[in-house]
Structures are given as C-alpha cells and as structure tokens.
C-alpha cells in the first residue's frame, strides 16, 4: 500500500513495544507497506530478533532499541537514535503497554498496580507523543503523510472487572487521541486509536480457554480470535495515508464485538 504523498526519502515509523505479538504484526505489516522500522522494547531477546529479521526480510531496515516508555528521561535518546539511524520519523506507533499485575476483584486492586500500569499504558505514551508532536511541528513538511496511531483496547468502552485499572488506562488514550488530533492537525499530523478486541497474544494467554468458550458462545459476530496480522494491516493503513482527511477516529478491530446487539 503506499502513501497518497510522494516523499523524497524512505518513511519511517517507531513501534513501541514491537518486539513480539501485536507490535510485530504492526511493524512487519509498516515494513509491507514501504515504512523502515525502528522497533523499542524492554529487552533486546530471540523475539526481538526475528522480529528485525522479518522486517528486512520484507526488504526494509529495523533497528531496535532498548527503551522503557514509562521512563521520560529516555524519550529524547530513543528519538535520537531513530533518526541517527533511519531518518526523520513519519509513524508512531504507542503500542508498548502491560495488563494488571493480578487479575482479581476490582476492589483488591493494589496502587502499585494500578501506578505501574498507569504509568507505561498512558503516562509514557502521552509524554512521547508530546514530544513527537513538538517535532513535528517544528518541521512542517505538507508534502509528507505524518501520523501518530495510539493502540488501546475494547476495554476503552467495555469494563472488565477483573482488570479495572487496564480498563481506565484505555479509556484515557480515547481522549488523549482526541486532544492530539486536535491540537496537532495544524502541522498536517493525524492521530488515530486502534482498538484490538480478543488478539491471540501472550497477554491474552493466560485466559486463552476462557475467550475460546466465549468466543464459541458468540462473544463478536466474527467467531474468532483476532491475531497481530490483524492489528497490523490496520495501523499500516492509517499509517500509509489511506485516509489523510480524517484524524481523532477510533478504529474497531475486533469481530464487531463492540456492535451492541439485542
């Protein structure tokens, strides 16, 4: 797919939390779609490196980069180093994020959870869109297609008991979204949010028989787990400029779960 723009260097896009699941069906998907990848993450392990190799092997360059988001202070280096080595950024992708320390009772969630949580889920990815935004906006360049995709959840709009905190720090990206592509559409910067239902991942694993028998039972009208790939070909259209007269959207991936049905 390739952007309703013609640039005059290679594009390039950031995926935190690119390393595995979701975030490296984005990044392979960004790679098919002409972007190069700079890919942060927690640890550089044997997932982050077949992640680099899928996206060369689809004829892009990746680097990686050690980087925990809900640390400001690495903001500034991270984006250094993105555009030491691959340019000037195009994309980013707030992907990076973890859920409760404990599934439990709402009413036993712990403050460290819920700090922790808070801070790597909507903390981090509002202070490194402040940042990118800033960039942006310093360097108006109309003839290139800039976007910034926050990736959140179902849990935005549905509440899940078991996870409260998760489910507060998704809403609070719908409007962080909201604020951005408002205050960023000036400098031609669109700002998105992508809403994953059930993704088959490692965070969904340790309640993989649960969504198995609810999906069954008719959970979304598409009776299926989602998968990364799914994710993926969202954010690289949104990312490719596919729909450049549009910004603040909430898009729905997920079966059409969030169809309310009598």
């Keep these: 797919m390739e952007s309703t723009t013609a640039t005059t260097s290679p594009r390039v896009a950031l995926v935190t939390g690119g390393r595995r699941g979701i975030g490296r069906g984005i990044a392979y998907a960004l790679a098919e779609s002409g972007f190069d990848v700079a890919i942060a993450d927690l640890v550089r392990d044997d997932a982050a490196e077949e992640t680099l190799q899928g996206v060369a092997g689809r004829g892009r360059r990746a680097r990686f980069f050690v980087c925990d988001v809900a640390d400001l202070d690495a903001h500034a280096p991270l984006l250094a180093g993105v555009h030491e080595g691959l340019g000037g950024l195009d994309c980013l992708v707030n992907n990076a994020g973890i859920s409760v320390a404990q599934r439990g009772d709402l009413l036993d969630a712990s403050p ?86 059930v993704i088959r991942t490692d965070m969904t694993a340790v309640a993989a028989a649960d969504y198995d028998r609810r999906i069954a ?46």
């Design 112 to 197: 460290e959870s819920f700090d922790r949580l808070l801070s790597v889920n909507l903390r981090g990815p509002f202070f490194l869109t402040q940042r990118v935004g800033r960039a942006f906006l310093a360097d108006r360049r109309p003839e290139r297609y800039r976007s910034i995709i926050n990736i959140s959840s179902a849990n935005a709009f549905a509440a899940s008991l078991n996870r409260g905190e998760y489910c507060l720090s998704k809403a609070a990206i719908t409007m962080a979204t909201r604020l951005f592509a408002a205050r960023l559409a000036e400098g031609v910067v669109a700002v998105f949010e992508i809403r994953p239902g």
């Design 217 to 262: 039972a008719g959970l979304s009208p598409i009776a299926r787990w989602g998968t990364p790939e799914d994710v993926g070909r969202a954010a690289a259209a949104l990312a490719s400029g596919a729909f450049a007269f549009s910004t603040g959207d909430a898009i729905h991936v997920d079966g059409g779960f969030h169809i309310q049905r009598l």
